[in-house]
């Protein structure tokens, strides 16, 4: 069974402050992908990020950079010099493999992310 | 449309009412997920629809949830006899293919109170 841990239930920080988000998650297949999606209050869960196993090379995207480490099941996120407008609740998300159809997306609880002016 | 759409975004039912709740997916996006969202938690799956083909309703919490996609696009969740632990948003989302690193987009979600 798949699982994710996002340890972090709530985090605020100083607008300009760099902050990192962890996801740790649980699988037992060799093939799966990882998203982080952001959730504002209007409830809309907007993408961000997708990975597969194989890459672990980290990306950035603009302010946003992702860590994956499959040593340590980790894919954790990171937004640099953070923004009011980044206030919101992150979601880690898993995906596990499936040749024949797509698979449901297993999320964690989310980090509730508070950027103060 | 140009993103996910779904409705009515707020409902409010008394307990026993039966509800429907309406999502209108991407054009041309061939999977189609129901998500419940209880408050403070994470989406956790309930049902999936490659067209109109229903593949898995594992994560429907019980037969009071019906989900039908008819026509292979528009898909409706239908609780029926709701009850206070219904009470959560229902997110719809869809994809353009199949396989599990297609992303999938999120709608809005329907907030449903059941009082």
């Known amino acids: 069974a798949q699982k994710v841990t996002q340890a972090q239930t709530e985090i605020s920080v100083v607008e300009k402050e760099d902050v990192t988000l962890d996801c740790v998650y649980e699988?037992?297949?060799?093939?799966?992908?990882l998203f982080w999606y952001k959730q504002p209050p209007s409830g809309e869960l907007v993408f961000l990020i997708r990975r597969n196993s194989f890459d672990e090379q980290n990306e950035i995207s603009g302010r946003y950079s992702w860590n994956f480490q499959k040593s340590t099941s980790s894919f954790n996120f990171t937004i640099t010099a953070s923004q009011v407008v980044d206030s919101a609740v992150y979601f880690c998300a898993l995906s596990e493999w499936n040749s024949g159809s797509a698979r449901q997306l297993t999320f964690g609880s989310g980090t509730q992310l508070t950027v103060l002016p | 449309g140009a993103g996910v759409s779904q409705s009515p975004r707020y409902k409010v039912a008394k307990r026993g009412q039966d509800v429907a709740l309406r999502c209108d997916p991407i054009?041309?996006?061939?999977?189609l997920f129901w998500y419940q969202q209880a408050l403070g938690q994470g989406p956790e799956f309930l049902t999936y629809f490659q067209n109109e083909a229903q593949l898995d309703k594992s994560g429907l919490p019980s037969d009071r949830f019906f989900a039908e996609r008819p026509e292979g696009s528009v898909s409706t969740l239908k609780i029926q006899r709701t009850q206070q632990e219904d009470s959560a948003v229902y997110l719809c989302?869809?994809?353009?293919?199949?396989?599990?690193?297609?992303?999938?987009?999120f709608g809005e979600g329907s907030w449903l109170t059941v009082v």
């Open positions: 699988t037992r297949d060799t093939t799966y992908y």
């Open positions: 054009s041309g996006h061939v999977s």
């Open positions: 989302a869809s994809s353009f293919r199949t396989g599990s690193g297609n992303t999938i987009y």
